[in-house]
């Protein structure tokens, strides 16, 4: 049977496939039309620049309802859209697929209700655009990916190092409202400012509230310790002594790294080529050597490792002669956490009481369980039986066993490598639990006042509910401060779940961007449901035409240590897909920034959003010699 012949026996089946898409793409057309008047409400409260935007939202959710992973198949085997590209203007994507399927053989269609579609193909993208700039900025000239970076706290005191970030790239600064304090945050913005007439170059100020974050209290301190260690080659031999400094107790001269303070007369007679003497923490015998004296202090150096602690006696010895005795006076306490495995209990009590590791006897049998403090007392009136949590990051992982108003008993069922140490200050995760948090507390409440005059957007941690949003608008009115954008952070299981509901929030809002926040998400939803979650952002922030931030751990690796890994540099691609893609601080930033832009120029030739952008491949084409080669 020749081609032509196949052909033509093809053609009822091909008939038939046309017209069962093109009934499915109608069903969904006619859903999307409706689901206008389920989120009506919504719609009319949205502000102006967001109407087309919101309900071209409403339009991909009503398609995103049900399943059409088969309607894709069967349109792209006849060569059309698989509708896998209309975030940005569905019912425009709805309306050219139908009229193709009529123009392959399914008929002609009947006159569409609500037949304009609110976003046309070529607004979709440049809608997009118009609200990134809005509140992002406009793109630099080399890029379509704007880079904003977290400001450490030496951008308050050196204007070069903001003016080199500046000249690098960055087109956001963004202060963490959860430290320093507002001295130091108008001090960095200023330093902008000059850098910016400076560079002749504009930047965005993003002030990050800190939100109601969870963390854990205070730990109990141990006994102060200081350790001297020489240095010793791979043969154990030393090669340079330890030096240790001791300070007279009584002087107010600042005490710098690991100065001992002394107290008696052993430093005031102390002369170069003095021995002292003593027995460390662990009993054993050790020699310290002056090798410099000034009266109340002394530097001196050993050649043997040594603990020491408060009250350990020194005694001066200049050849066989005793000629002083001394105490070594209080040390600071150091810092100390609990250790958890699985299996252990841990109580987390409310209040701000310094927490301890488990109290157990002679036997080893714990008597007391360990417990860690949290001072946001909302949290125990919320959380319930079962509820899991997760403490640092989720190097710490536990289920609630049981609810008392003053505390509750965690089960501990995993910790990194087999035992975790759980330290003061670190965050706390409860994805199952419905939080009656305040969204903003007093300590943000008093950013927002500086925040009102020196930012040009306010990002919101912790988000969880419309009327968080709804919240935050009201406060920047009554500060005269709705020029202001505003930014949600998605860090919870439960901000993502509602994120429709969040959207159609802060669209009545004029400006609004959304910050993917990777790393208490990803620990709420779980590491492995990451990539799939922050897709979904970004489709349905695409969708709603609502720029998106593409944060936590980008690089960090090249920030904190100078190198970064071969899957941060993936991860680093991936950010070209987001308006925005924000850097954490470190010692290399300015080698991470500059990196930084150098990917997102190459990804952006390769990508735009979810669609493969092909430009010419260098190596497409063989070299002549190798063209005719034997296999």
């Known amino acids: 049977m020749n081609n032509r012949q196949t052909s033509n026996a093809d053609e009822p089946s091909r008939l038939a496939l046309v017209g069962g898409a093109a009934l499915a793409v109608e069903r969904l057309r006619k859903d999307a039309v409706a689901v206008e008047q389920e989120f009506g409400d919504r719609l009319r409260l949205t502000a102006p620049a967001f109407s087309a935007s919101a309900r071209n939202l409403a339009h991909y959710l009503a398609v995103r309802r049900v399943d059409i992973r088969i309607l894709q198949r069967e349109l792209g085997r006849l060569g059309l859209s698989s509708l896998g590209r209309m975030e940005a203007h569905v019912m425009a994507t709805l309306d050219s697929v139908a009229d193709a399927l009529c123009l392959l053989g399914a008929g002609t269609r009947a006159v569409q209700v609500g037949s304009v579609p609110p976003i046309l193909f070529r607004e979709g993208c440049a809608v997009l655009a118009e609200h990134a700039n809005a509140i992002l900025g406009t793109v630099p000239a080399d890029r379509a990916t704007r880079i904003m970076v977290t400001m450490p706290s030496e951008a308050a005191s050196d204007p070069s190092f903001v003016s080199g970030l500046l000249e690098q790239g960055m087109g956001i600064m963004r202060i963490n409202c959860a430290h320093d304090d507002a001295d130091a945050w108008a001090r960095m913005v200023e330093h902008l400012r000059q850098a910016e007439k400076t560079v002749g170059r504009s930047c965005k100020v993003c002030c990050d509230l800190a939100g109601p974050k969870l963390r854990t209290g205070q730990v109990e301190a141990a006994t102060g310790v200081i350790k001297w260690k020489p240095q010793r080659n791979a043969l154990g031999q030393t090669i340079a002594p330890a030096l240790v400094r001791l300070v007279q107790a009584s002087t107010e001269q600042v005490i710098e790294g690991n100065a001992i303070p002394v107290r008696g007369d052993l430093l005031a007679r102390a002369t170069v080529g003095d021995l002292i003497d003593l027995h460390d923490a662990r009993g054993r015998a050790r020699t310290l050597e002056i090798i410099d004296a000034s009266g109340d202090s002394c530097l001196c150096q050993a050649i043997r490792t040594a603990y020491v602690t408060a009250g350990t006696e020194l005694t001066l010895r200049r050849y066989r002669k005793v000629v002083a005795h001394a105490v070594i006076g209080e040390l600071p306490p150091r810092p100390q956490a609990i250790l958890l495995k699985p299996g252990d209990t841990l109580q987390v009590v409310s209040g701000t009481i310094p927490g301890r590791n488990a109290v157990v006897d002679s036997d080893g049998t714990v008597v007391e369980a360990a417990f860690v403090g949290c001072a946001i007392d909302e949290a125990f009136s919320c959380v319930r039986q079962g509820d899991r949590i997760f403490l640092d990051d989720g190097k710490i992982a536990g289920t609630i066993r049981q609810v008392m108003p003053d505390r509750f008993d965690v089960e501990i069922t995993y910790a990194a490598g087999g035992a975790a140490k759980l330290h003061a200050e670190k965050g706390i995760n409860l994805p199952d639990t419905d939080l009656k948090l305040p969204a903003l507390g007093p300590d943000d409440l008093d950013a927002l006042e500086f925040v009102a005059s020196h930012a040009d957007m306010v990002a919101m941690s912790f988000v969880?509910?419309?009327?968080?949003?709804?919240?935050?608008?009201?406060?920047?009115?009554?500060?005269?401060?709705?020029?202001?954008?505003?930014?949600?952070?998605?860090?919870?299981?439960?901000?993502?779940?509602?994120?429709?509901?969040?959207?159609?929030?802060?669209m009545r809002h004029s400006t609004a961007a959304v910050m993917v926040a990777r790393g208490d998400l990803g620990v709420e939803v779980g590491f492995e449901r990451l990539a799939e979650v922050q897709e979904e952002i970004l489709w349905l922030c695409e969708a709603a035409h609502i720029p998106v931030i593409w944060a936590t751990q980008v690089l960090e690796s090249l920030a904190k240590g100078g190198m970064p890994s071969r899957a941060e540099v993936t991860d680093a691609a991936m950010g070209a897909r987001a308006e925005c893609v924000m850097l954490n601080k470190g010692p290399y930033i300015l080698q991470t920034l500059k990196f930084l832009c150098d990917v997102l120029n190459r990804m952006e030739m390769h990508h735009e959003k979810k669609t493969a952008m092909l430009r010419r491949l260098s190596i497409s084409e063989l070299p002549h010699s190798e063209q005719c080669l034997p296999f």
């Open 464 to 506: 969880q509910r419309p009327r968080d949003i709804e919240q935050l608008i009201a406060e920047l009115e009554r500060l005269d401060a709705s020029h202001l954008g505003i930014v949600l952070k998605i860090e919870t299981q439960k901000a993502f779940s509602r994120l429709p509901a969040l959207l159609f929030a802060v």
